[in-house]
């Protein structure tokens, strides 16, 4: 479960230096598809990834306004504060909590029933979709996106002829 929660931080921030460079104007501008534009992309991104971990632990989730972050720097400020309950739970994931039942009373009296390791894997898998998306606007801007690439990150480091 780390190894992808921590290849989606490395490019995560990968992204966040490839968007320095573009003016705060293009980082607002109405864009097809996603939420809206590439500043309230990663702002999603982020809420969502530590919105569901909040609710895993039954802690209160407690909602950011986009308002507040019109800039790529308050972005990633909001990133780096909220970061740091994310990976504190992230790395006491252990197999035991796999299929730990998280119950989602929805507003419209509908309830959803999901296990907790399914949970990660919707949050892990969102934030790629996301990615996904940033990478069609990079070239819709003419610029080469980031590499989705797993290889290369350094997630695992291999046994350099040790044996299996």
């Given at each position: 479960?780390?190894?992808?929660?921590?290849?989606?931080?490395?490019?995560?921030?990968?992204?966040?230096?490839?968007?320095?460079?573009?003016?705060?104007?293009?980082?607002?501008?109405?864009?097809?598809?996603?939420?809206?534009?590439?500043?309230?992309?990663?702002?999603?991104?982020?809420?969502?990834?530590?919105?569901?971990?909040?609710?895993?632990?039954?802690?209160?989730?407690?909602?950011?306004?986009?308002?507040?972050?019109?800039?790529?720097?308050?972005?990633?400020?909001?990133d780096r504060k909220l970061h740091?309950?994310?990976?504190?739970?992230?790395?006491?994931?252990?197999?035991?909590?796999?299929?730990?039942?998280?119950?989602?009373?929805?507003?419209?009296?509908?309830?959803?029933?999901?296990?907790?390791?399914?949970?990660?894997?919707?949050?892990?898998?969102?934030?790629?979709?996301?990615?996904?998306?940033?990478?069609?606007?990079?070239?819709?801007?003419?610029?080469?996106?980031?590499?989705?690439?797993?290889?290369?990150?350094?997630?695992?480091?291999?046994?350099?002829?040790?044996?299996?």
């Amino acid at each position: 479960m780390e190894t992808f929660f921590r290849y989606n931080w490395i490019v995560r921030e990968q992204w966040y230096a490839w968007c320095a460079d573009l003016p705060p104007e293009e980082l607002l501008r109405p864009r097809i598809g996603g939420v809206g534009s590439i500043l309230k992309t990663f702002f999603h991104i982020i809420d969502v990834e530590w919105s569901w971990l909040q609710l895993l632990q039954g802690k209160p989730d407690t909602a950011e306004d986009f308002a507040n972050y019109q800039t790529l720097e308050a972005v990633r400020e909001l990133d780096r504060k909220l970061h740091q309950d994310v990976e504190a739970f992230v790395l006491l994931w252990e197999p035991s909590m796999e299929k730990r039942t998280y119950i989602d009373r929805r507003t419209d009296g509908h309830v959803h029933i999901d296990a907790w390791g399914e949970v990660m894997r919707h949050v892990i898998a969102h934030e790629i979709h996301h990615i996904g998306q940033l990478s069609v606007w990079a070239r819709e801007l003419g610029r080469e996106p980031v590499s989705a690439n797993v290889i290369g990150k350094g997630l695992i480091e291999p046994n350099h002829g040790k044996g299996p």
